[in-house]
């Protein structure tokens, strides 16, 4: 719609620069003739705005520009109407036109840039309902803060619309490098509809962007971008190619695990002390909703994901922790298992994974991973899930890294910039979403049989 609308306006505007220039010439007249076009331009924005379609809000902000420019041809036009004179030069007419267009495609770009994605259908029975807070590390300082400042970690709550007071298991997201916690919305409502309490991270500095305890907007750390870049594609020796990837991948989990085991040590202890010390920050939300939500919420079946690097820091978190019972890890390499390297490659842990683990792969990594033996190329999710007591693999043909997450029914244009395939987009976030279902409801909620494909 955003580009048909554009297409239609412009050539509107182009119609009247036509017509001044062949047929009447006369500023009096054009500015007639303009008004004219600016109610053509409005009419046109609301039977937009009355279509049954999806990005209602971005034509809402294209009629409000068209009714103001309206006014402002109308208000032009009353006060010069009888002193207009002469002809209307062609160079006036035409800037007027591009003028228009040009600000018409700055109206529009959200349009181009966004689809009116609203989110999937849920197969639960429960409706959703969400808040947040922000918890406050008292024992960690921000290393991309330089005043000394507390690590702070946002947490964002999906939880099931009931009067029910227990008995939902746990589930705690981590977003991938520059993502941010809606990142996998879809996920979140399915679960939570289906009896979950899902709590979704933000990683300050890591997260494309966020918000502190003060209201200031917290983006993505320069630096972060460029070594997440730079990583791997080092012009140096392999040594230290490996050298530098193995100290990079340590500080990445090095932050993002203990915001993870933080977030989940508050929520038990919370729960535990029906309390909500210091560390909570709530902002806008109300203390008994989240104790409501606390006291709902199952802390002996808890359950961890994450997409990208938030699926590797799951994997870890799987490792360290004696309370967690299963595992996701959304198409992320688990960083956290190399633990060195010698003259034959990266060293990987090969202990035993204790956990169910459930891994998804986008389609070309799993097609290169079925060569690995022939390469003889140390890979650390392939020792992992071949280690695994129990290890489950899976993928989707013609998918890459995003479309394991929302971006792509939200911006296709933003997600093709980070890897998106020729997939069905919905049809491939509902496959993602069954599977984890039917995963957490095993190993959490001990209901149902696991029937997970390895393709899709």
Known sequence: MGIFLLILLSAIEIGLVVWTVKKQKEKKQWLKNRTLVRIAEVLLAGIALLLPIGQKWRLAIVFALLILRLIVA?????????????VKKISGAVVSCVGSIILILITLIPAFLFTGYKGLPTSGEYGVKSTKVILIDETRTDPFETDGSYREVPAHFYYPDTQEDSGFPLIVFSHGAFGYYQSNTSTY??????????????HPHHAFFTEDTDGNMIIVDSNFIQTAIEVGSEDEDYDKAMEKALQVYKEWM???????????DELKAAKEKALLDESWYLGDSEEQEIQRILAMTDMEHIGVMGHSMGGAASVEIGRERNDVSAVVDIDGTMLAEYLGADDEGYIINEEPYPLPLLEFMNWEQY????????????????????NALKGYTTTVQNTEHMDFTDLPLLSPY????FGSGTCDKAETMNTVNSVILQFFDYYLKGKGELAIQEVY
């Open 254 to 264: 090095g932050l993002r695990v203990p915001d993870m085991n933080f977030v989940l």
């Open 189 to 202: 409502m399915e679960l939570a509809s289906n009896g979950y309490v899902v709590v979704a991270l933000d």
């Open 367 to 386: 097609n290169w991973c079925k060569t690995l033996s022939e390469t003889g190329t140390r890979y650390a999710n392939d020792v992992v899930m071949k």
């Open 74 to 86: 109308v208000v032009v036009w009353l006060i010069r109407r009888n002193k207009a004179a002469g």
């Open 414 to 417: 933003f997600a093709s910039m």
